[in-house]
């Protein structure tokens, strides 16, 4: 791996460590009036950080295994995230691992497009507007739809992991996303339903 890659890597990595015991003990912040689950607002900035940092390396991030590893090479992943940074940092992450990625924007253009398609996984976030995460892969589990899901959230108490796993996903990852536990945790789902 190029060195300024591995170096942004380890700089995410280490906010991410930093940033825990803080999400331990306190769940929301007041931000521009407004209260935002501090999970969120983490992963939002680690988000804005990571891209700027990469958009300076002068090149394409290769599609292959970089992470842990963990070669999800002929896997196509669909990502159902309404914050564009976030839904970029996942691209980002899942192409750097070999995975096909198709990002959306809503659960409701997701159940659309796996109604037409099938994919390898999903991830999906738990918070968003109109049909959240946990409506979303309800529907598609009462539609017989056995994918693989992520569940992704700021929200991760205990209570709100069981109420994602309780409606169907497989696995929650908490934001801040940390980019090797996403990917292992797809790669185990994966070749567990194979």
């Known amino acids: 791996m190029d060195k300024d890659l591995q170096q942004i890597r ?8 930093q940033f825990e015991p803080v999400a331990d003990a306190v769940e929301n912040i007041e931000y521009h009036g407004n209260f935002i689950n ?12 990571q891209l700027e940092k990469e958009k300076r390396i002068p090149y394409k991030l290769p599609k292959k295994p970089m992470l842990s590893q963990v ?7 669909i990502t159902v995230e309404d914050n564009e ?11 750097a691992a070999g995975a096909e990625v198709f990002g959306v924007a809503s659960a409701r253009r997701a159940l659309e497009l796996l109604g037409e398609t099938s994919f390898t996984a999903l991830v999906s976030d738990i918070g ?3 049909l959240n ?31 994602a796993l309780d409606v169907g996903f497989d696995l929650f990852v ?7 536990k996403l990917v292992m945790g797809i790669a ?3 070749s567990n339903s194979n």
Do not use: C, W
């Not at 940074?85 to 192409?95: P, Q, V």
């Not at 409506?135 to 205990?158: H, N």
């Open 10 to 17: 380890n700089e995410v990595d280490n906010l991410i460590l």
């Open 38 to 49: 501090v999970r969120e607002f983490f992963q939002r900035a680690i988000s804005r950080y």
């Open 71 to 77: 070669d999800l090479s002929g896997t196509r992943i």
């Open 85 to 95: 940074d976030i839904s970029t940092l996942l691209t980002i992450i899942l192409e």
């Open 128 to 130: 968003m507007p109109d």
């Open 133 to 163: 995460g946990l409506e979303f892969v309800r529907i598609l589990r009462e539609r017989g739809d056995q994918t693989p899901a992520i569940a992704l959230s700021a929200y991760a108490t205990s209570k709100d992991k069981q109420a």
């Open 174 to 180: 908490a934001k801040p996303v940390h980019p090797a």
């Open 188 to 190: 185990r789902l994966v």
